[in-house]
T-cell receptor, first 113, second 107 residues
């Protein structure tokens, strides 16, 4: 089944404890992206990747890191999480960029206390 | 002012009604996406448009590039259409989103 998977789906952590949210797709997609969704602010793009080893900042990259070492994986790293990073996070992928259908992962609900 | 504006924010309809959700944007775009977010939180892509009109079942999406406006129509609405509908505009490689329209269809 073609899908985007994210792990973990739910995470409660404490300020400053490094964490990684994984994202994997099995559709051989070139484009992958991370978004956060907050009440009243909607979805906002954090980082995106056009292909392996090619990443770029979205609208809200502060406090996040990404890497794209393999085509199928695009992990989101929070090196020192803070409470303002409490949010619902979505990973998405597409065959080639933003002018193709976007496939979203199921979401990761992160709480930082 | 947000770059992507959706209206209405909330919409309640009776089953069978014709629904229209509007999206206006102020930036240049390469494409426009309509997304559906279910009550459980999952997001699915409904349409991707760069011009004209697309139809899938009871859903129709249109875009007017000159007026920077898109509409999503749902014909013969059904309670299972209850969801948040999100408009997203694609730039070169980035995406910007509207705040969403929460649709409730009552039986």
């Amino acid at each position: 089944e073609a899908q985007v998977t994210q792990n973990p789906r739910y995470l409660i952590t404490v300020t400053g404890k490094k964490l990684t949210v994984t994202c994997s797709q099995n559709m051989n997609h070139e484009y992958m992206s991370w978004y956060r969704q907050d009440p009243g602010l909607g979805l906002r793009q954090i980082y995106y990747s056009m292909n392996v080893e090619v990443t770029d900042k979205g609208d809200v990259p502060e406090g996040y890191k990404v890497s794209r070492k393999e085509k199928r994986n695009f992990p989101l790293i929070l090196e020192s999480p803070s409470p303002n990073q409490t949010s619902l996070y979505f990973c998405a992928s597409s065959f080639q960029g933003v002018t193709r259908e976007q496939y979203f992962g199921p979401g990761t609900r992160l709480t930082v206390t | 002012k947000n770059e992507v504006e959706q209206s209405p924010q909330n919409l309640t309809a009776q089953e069978g009604e014709f629904i229209t959700i509007n999206c206006s944007y102020s930036v240049g775009i390469s494409a426009l996406h309509w997304l559906q977010q279910h009550p459980g939180g999952g997001i699915v892509s409904l349409f991707m448009l760069s011009s004209g009109k697309k139809k899938h079942g009871r859903l129709i999406a249109t875009i007017n590039i000159q007026e920077k406006h898109s509409s999503l129509h749902i014909t013969a609405s059904h309670p299972r259409d209850s969801a948040v509908y999100i408009c997203a505009v694609a730039g070169n490689n980035d995406m910007r989103f509207g705040a969403g329209t929460r649709l409730t269809v009552k039986p």
